[in-house]
């Protein structure tokens, strides 16, 4: 199947940014600063190693200053595209610039909203499996994330279940999260297992790593280890650091972004040094502020977004955003808002994996009603950023001249020719008042939750061949019996 561009991008009119050209070059500047005078801390030798080998300060405490020339080098020879494959080995990611947005749903949630009885509860492994079933079978969801972390597995073991549920239930490529860096590397061993080998799974990539980072300042032993190991295979991952103002930075957008970005760089040095020309995905999330009046974090807050996405922009690097999520507990009309606004903005901005769909709660609960909701916000997105077609068939002058006065565009050729390009809703509504009521005066939930049963009920993922299914398992249950 050839790449789908979900929106075509090669208008000037969709390229969208909150920070100007010299805004960005002042940012670049000042995370140089900070990787030169404040440094960053890290806690793993090979990294530190890497690092003041090629010229950079190590001082006590691991703190390590960077100079701008390490940045300069790094940006020479990371690629500039990504393409990711599904289990078959066909494209079906393309990540670079603004050529494609592309959407699916997020990680390790602890809760989910049940459809079936709209209670919020603990989530199970059933819950990873029926989400990723309903991942596949939606047309506008092009990747997978596990969207729960079950409560009926043993902790050391949920990321090597979720990947197992994950590989067996959609064909589409996987964006996976681990706890620790022995996961991380059974998460790999899965997916060579699935494409046949690492050099399969290198030159054509089923899988990428989240990985995430204590701060911009501070990067954990687990997470430098995953991102030299997958630097080393040669395999994607996105590397986001965590920057809150007000906590961890200062609380103006522009510190916090300064201050991230210096985070990513860092991420991006050491990907080249441990090998040049391994693929890294700039994170275009993990950016935001504390609520001072509740002390929680800025889920879906508009100060920051699509600033980390235009610094990516601005390196020419693949980008990794966030969309269809919302801070409201319920699934309701602030969540409907929110959901739409954040799918809005950052397919806007660019972001080429935009990701958390089905999220509430701020990241805590999640929600196939809401995976639904996205979907159709999703399809009316594919319409609006589409080109528009100026043609003589598409103008239609001729057929002006000699209908319009009469209005008789109705029956004619053209019309029907052409009526079926235009968006209609699926799930949304458009018939009248009296028509919707002698369909049972259902509300967008309950027409949402018949079709998801459908959905669970009827679809049937391609699974895994026997051989491949059994190999894939048989690395889950050597994790248990450790």
């Not at 528009?388 to 006065?405: M, P, V, W």
Request: proline residues 5%; glycine residues 8%; aromatic residues 8%.
């Amino acid at each position: 199947m050839p790449i789908r561009r979900i929106t075509d991008r090669s208008s000037d009119n969709f390229k969208f940014e909150r920070l100007s050209a010299e805004q960005k070059k002042e940012i670049h500047n000042a995370s140089l600063r900070i990787l030169e005078v404040t440094g960053v801390e890290l806690h793993d030798e090979e990294a530190v190693t890497l690092l003041e080998e090629a010229g950079a300060f190590v001082s006590k405490n691991n703190r390590v200053r960077i100079p701008s020339g390490l940045v300069e080098k790094a940006l020479n020879t990371v690629p500039k595209r990504l393409t990711m494959y599904n289990r078959h080995g066909k494209p079906a990611l393309q990540l670079a610039d603004y050529s494609t947005c592309n959407y699916g749903t997020g990680s390790d949630c602890l809760h989910i909203i049940d459809h079936r009885t709209s209670e919020r509860r603990l989530a199970i492994l059933k819950d990873v499996e029926e989400g990723m079933k309903l991942l596949d079978s939606l047309p506008h969801m092009d990747f997978a994330m596990s969207m729960f972390l079950p409560s009926d597995v043993e902790d050391r073991s949920y990321c090597q279940h979720q990947m197992e549920v994950m590989l067996n239930n959609t064909t589409k490529p996987i964006i996976y999260v681990t706890p620790d860096f022995e996961g991380c590397v059974d998460c790999v061993e899965m997916a060579e297992a699935v494409v046949g080998g690492a050099d399969a799974l290198r030159q054509k990539p089923l899988a990428a790593c989240y990985i995430n980072v204590t701060s911009a300042l501070n990067h954990n032993q687990e997470a430098l280890q995953k991102l030299l190991y997958l630097a080393g295979k040669g395999l994607p991952y996105t590397y986001v650091p965590v920057t809150t103002g007000g906590m961890n930075a200062p609380i103006t957008p522009a510190g916090v972004i300064a201050l991230n970005n210096a985070g990513m760089l860092t991420g991006l040095i050491l990907s080249q040094l441990k090998r040049e020309g391994s693929p890294f995905i700039a994170p275009g999330m993990g950016v935001g502020a504390l609520d001072m009046k509740c002390g929680t974090y800025g889920y879906t807050d508009p100060d920051f977004r699509g600033l980390s996405i235009a610094m990516g922009h601005f390196y020419n690097l693949p980008t990794f955003g966030i969309g269809g999520m919302s801070d409201s507990h319920l699934f309701d009309q602030e969540s409907s808002a929110s959901t739409a606004m954040s799918l809005f903005y950052e397919t806007l901005h660019g972001a080429n994996l935009i990701h958390d769909i089905g999220f509430l709660d701020q990241g805590m609960t999640g929600s196939f009603v809401q995976v639904m909701l996205c979907n159709e916000i999703l399809r009316y997105l594919e319409y609006y950023m589409a080109p528009i077609e100026i043609s003589d068939e598409t103008l239609a002058l001729d057929l002006i001249n000699e209908l319009a006065h009469e209005g008789k565009f109705l029956t004619h050729e053209h019309t029907m020719t052409n009526f079926r390009k235009i968006w209609t809703p699926d799930l949304f509504l458009r018939n009248n008042y009296a028509s919707w009521e002698k369909a049972g005066s259902k509300d967008f939930t309950k027409r949402a939750t018949s079709r998801l049963e459908k959905i669970l009920t009827e679809h049937k993922p391609e699974p895994l061949p026997e051989d491949i299914a059994k190999a894939v398992n048989a690395i889950v249950q050597r994790t248990k019996n450790k």
